[in-house]
């Protein structure tokens, strides 16, 4: 089987604002686009998050797969909203 084709790579920053506590959550990462049928979109992102009590319960990485860039940042809007976090940008 070959090896998926990248088509297209870009740094993301992926902005939040949690609820309760009103402070800025900040994932930094690549959203990557390849050549192959199943979940050819890709968002992997590492935490910003130092020094608050939301990082302790946040995750440091994170993966999304989708068919879609609209179906990943769905995706990571849910994760967030899951974990009291509003999607900013």
């Known amino acids: 089987m070959p090896k998926a084709t ?3 790579q870009a740094d993301q920053e992926v902005i939040g604002k949690h ?3 009103n402070e800025w959550v900040m994932y930094s990462g ?3 686009i390849y ?17 608050t009590f939301i990082g302790e319960f946040m995750e440091d990485k994170k993966e999304f ?4 860039v609209s179906d990943v940042y769905g995706k990571m809007s849910k994760w967030y ?6 999607f900013q940008y």
């Open 19 to 21: 609820l309760r506590s």
């Open 65 to 68: 797969k989708g068919d879609s």
């Open 81 to 86: 909203y899951k974990n009291g976090i509003i």
């Open 35 to 51: 050549d192959r049928k199943t979940n050819p979109i890709v968002l992997r992102l590492k935490s910003e998050i130092y020094d």
């Open 6 to 8: 990248i088509i297209y």
């Open 30 to 32: 690549k959203l990557t």
